[in-house]
């Protein structure tokens, strides 16, 4: 999968927009731009994925820049629970065999009271 | 909504035990995986499944196997547990899509292994 650079940490004051930036700029044509955050001590969970049109889900919305090197991820009003790191991640289209998800070190958001 | 449960949350073993990890499924994927997670590495895939009985190497295999019998649960076996497997232990699954660009893994809480 094309390499993502994200900031290694973010804080953002509770319930205010949050813009968590992901640069790809050797992302390929066909490479989704999907997004997952662990919470502490749990699992990675999926957060919201899209090719080229923004787009909107009930946790955040992604803004695909026009040229698709860069992406990023809105948390429109967080909350403490919102504290976790996030992870931009890279898909190939259609690469049966490559499923497996390759994460890199994330942003670590840190929401304050 | 999908929920994928691991057997344990923490578990403490010393050198040389087997070790099993159980994981199930309760959403019909026929894809599941075993993951690991350490600091500094992200997370690295260990083995994964398309189908019981149906099991494929990731990119650190060695020292451990897996089973999948039934098609909601896949276990992780260590055979001689070591020290530097110390390490959390997470399970995911997903269904098996056309193209993985749209697939979504959904993940377990982890398994914190501690080796003595």
């Known amino acids: 999968d094309a390499k993502t650079t994200q900031p290694n940490s973010m804080e953002s004051n509770e319930e205010e927009p949050v813009h968590l930036p992901c640069n790809h700029s050797?992302?390929?044509?066909?490479?989704?731009i999907h997004w997952y955050r662990q919470l502490p001590s749990q699992g990675p969970e999926y957060v919201i994925h899209?090719?080229?049109s923004n787009v909107n889900n009930r946790m955040a919305s992604l803004a695909i820049a026009e040229d698709r090197k860069s992406s990023t991820l809105i948390l429109h009003r967080a909350t403490l629970r919102d504290a976790a790191v996030y992870y931009c991640?890279?898909?190939?289209?259609?690469?049966?065999?490559?499923?497996?998800?390759?994460f890199g070190t994330g942003t670590r958001l840190t929401i304050i009271p | 909504d999908v929920k994928v449960t691991q057997s344990s949350r923490y578990l403490v073993k010393r050198t040389g035990e087997k070790v099993f990890l159980e994981c199930v499924q309760d959403?019909?994927?026929?894809?599941m995986f075993w993951y690991r997670q350490d600091p500094g590495l992200g997370l690295r895939l260990i083995y994964f499944?398309?189908?019981?009985?149906?099991?494929e190497k990731g990119d650190i295999p060695e020292g451990y196997s897996v089973s999948r019998e039934k098609k909601e649960r896949f276990s992780l076996i260590l055979e001689s547990a070591s020290t530097n497997q110390t390490s959390m232990y997470l399970c995911?699954?997903?269904?098996?899509?056309?193209?993985?660009?749209?697939?979504?893994?959904?993940f377990g809480p982890g398994t914190r292994l501690l080796v003595l």
């Open positions: 995911a699954s997903s269904f098996l899509a056309v193209s993985t660009a749209q697939e979504t893994q959904y």
């Open positions: 050797t992302i390929s044509g066909t490479d989704y």
């Open positions: 899209g090719l080229t």
């Open positions: 991640i890279l898909r190939h289209l259609a690469n049966f065999g490559n499923e497996k998800l390759t």
């Open positions: 959403m019909d994927h026929e894809n």
């Open positions: 499944s398309y189908d019981v009985k149906m099991k």
